[in-house]
């Protein structure tokens, strides 16, 4: 790269987030894909929801072509400065994942797992009681 290539933060970066104006960052590189959003086959949402992060993952996961990675370079703005790139950066508008609730402690799971197997033993051993007691009450009564 030459030192006239553009540097931008990661915030410069980010504010170019919808239609009209969509920069994606892929592999240290600023692209300004404005203009390929109607082109691209995957659809242009796919381009706007990989704004405001760091889309090279979600670019090496499609695999894409080496005709591609060439037509990018056409949309070559710049750079990013590497140390303004948060971890794990998620834009205001993503809904958070629901949160796991607590689990229980080893007791309670212990005591669920013994009326598991003991419920269906006491239901078995009604049925049981109950065939047995219908049979002694009829015998009884046939024997009047």
Not at 63 to 90: C, K, L, N, Q, R
Request: glycine fraction near 6%.
């Amino acid at each position: 790269m030459s030192s006239s290539t553009k540097t931008f933060t990661f915030e410069e970066v980010a504010k170019h987030n919808h239609r009209k104006d969509c920069w994606i960052i892929v592999k240290g590189k600023v692209y300004d894909v404005t203009p390929f959003l109607d082109d691209h086959p995957g659809g242009d949402e796919v381009l706007v929801t990989s704004t405001e992060k760091d889309a090279t993952t979600d670019f090496e996961d499609i695999g894409h072509s080496d005709s591609a990675v060439e037509m990018m370079e056409t949309y070559f703005v710049g750079e990013v400065e590497t140390t303004s790139i948060p971890a794990v950066h998620v834009p205001k508008n993503t809904p958070r994942p629901p949160t796991q609730a607590p689990a229980h402690d080893n007791q309670s799971s212990g005591f669920v797992k013994i009326l598991q197997y003991l419920v269906p033993l006491l239901i078995l051993g009604a049925a049981f009681a109950l065939q047995y007691y219908g049979k002694k009450t009829k015998s009884t009564e046939s024997d009047n």
